[in-house]
């Protein structure tokens, strides 16, 4: 059985057994909590474990009794207290808890028991008003989680000494951040500084996913919100589009997420569009000899300019033939030299990635659930928990004191 699914006492009694042969085994140590193991302890407990455990011609030394007899002692002469107080303080500090975080699901059923749907019908209202917002949410998780921690930073406007997140290169391109406040002024009717942005970021970019095609994924709740932006750590940390595969492997790495995770969320760029300031590059002067020729004159026709106005919508699709679906047809456009962005054309070409990318095209079950198993990690860094942060009244602004 798994060490992960045994009970505690399993795990406590199986660990006591690899205690005492290994203990017995390795050379002697120079402590034992605050006093010197003696040489004489070490060697008794040392051939008593190999006599009990290897031969037959010391049977009657009873090696169990000796060692349950020195723990006894050893214990009250160290922290004073019992050898049944200490098993269970040591059940207590076996007993499964997540290390990660103290998210839970439906964090919020007893203070704001429809918030979740609060949030997902709001989502669809302005879904169906404006069909991009479900991509904006997506991105919103992206950039707000890899920056320190999802603890919606990245919604704080420039104002009292803060500088937004939003002013980055990083976040170039950037919109509908105005319609958090809609889904947060609704939640505050319902109740009053309970749910926090940072989970409104979350569960938005949950419900959007499904939206967009996307699987549905259990997310946990209970965040709470910076009190700080980071824009100085926004180059630290996301990943620019022009850079290399090695780089962007290192940086999702960095995080907890491995390369098939990494391979999963660049799918994300299967909805969506890209502005003509990121894409001339690969068109001008001359053409990347990575692009597929008749797709180039495509992008061409796109992004007339090699000096497109930042202001203007010129625009490419990352997906011309799904633009507005979440699916494996990304993929499919990276096997046919059809990819956007520099970044996502290296998927195929680095070997670490490219197998990914050919499963995920041949397979868009694999794809959802590899993309909904990053996503979920990707909402679960370093949250700000328990006495940390804050619940901000208006997304936009830190509380006044």
């Known amino acids: 059985m798994p060490a992960y699914r045994r009970k505690p006492y399993d795990r406590f009694r199986s660990g006591l057994q690899h205690f005492r042969v290994n203990f017995a085994l390795a050379p002697p140590p120079t402590s034992a909590f605050f006093n010197p193991v003696a040489k004489v302890d070490y060697l008794t407990l040392r051939h008593g474990c190999l006599s009990a455990h290897f031969s037959w011609r010391y049977s009657n030394f009873n090696f169990q009794e000796h060692i349950e007899r020195s723990f006894d002692e050893d214990f009250k002469t160290v922290v004073s207290i019992s ?14 808890v997540d290390g990660k975080s103290d998210l839970q699901l439906n964090y919020y059923a007893q203070s704001c028991p429809n918030a979740e749907e609060i949030i997902k019908q709001e989502v669809i209202k302005l879904y ?7 991509v904006s949410w997506v991105r919103n ?24 997140e939003q002013k980055s290169e990083r976040s170039f391109g950037m919109r509908n951040f105005k319609y958090v406040k809609t889904i947060k002024d609704s939640l505050e009717k319902e109740c009053p500084m309970t749910v926090s942005c940072a989970d409104i970021v979350s569960l938005s970019a949950r419900d959007g996913i499904v939206l967009l095609g996307g699987p ?23 990943p620019n589009h022009n850079d290399t595969m090695e780089l962007v492997l290192s940086r999702f790495q960095s995080i907890g997420i491995d390369t098939q995770g990494t391979v999963a969320l660049l799918g994300a760029h299967s909805v969506g569009r890209v502005h003509c300031v990121n894409l001339v590059h690969r068109l001008y002067p001359t053409v990347d000899p990575t692009l597929d020729p008749d797709y180039a004159e495509y992008l061409k026709g796109r992004c007339p300019s090699p000096d ?22 990304y993929y499919n456009n990276l096997l046919k030299r059809k990819g956007l962005l520099l970044i996502d054309q290296q998927l195929t070409s680095d070997p670490t990635t490219s197998p990914f990318v050919e499963k995920m095209a041949a397979d868009n079950g694999y794809f959802h659930d590899q993309f909904a198993r990053a996503v979920l990690l990707l909402s679960e860094i370093n949250p700000l928990t328990g006495d940390q942060g804050e619940i901000r009244k208006d997304c936009r602004y830190v509380n006044s004191d």
């Open 83 to 96: 050898p049944l107080m200490w098993f269970f303080a040591v059940i207590f500090m076996l007993v499964d």
């Open 216 to 238: 549905r994924i259990e997310m946990k709740t209970g965040r709470k919100d910076s009190k700080e932006s980071y824009l100085t750590e926004v180059e630290n940390t996301i």
């Open 128 to 134: 169906n008003k404006h069909g991009n917002t479900a």
């Open 308 to 329: 497109p106005d930042p202001e203007a919508v010129l625009y490419a699709r990352n997906d011309p033939e799904t633009p507005m679906i979440l699916d494996n047809m």
């Open 141 to 164: 998780l992206f950039h707000d989680c890899m920056v320190k921690s999802c603890d919606a930073s990245l919604l704080l406007e420039t104002v009292n000494g803060i500088e937004s």
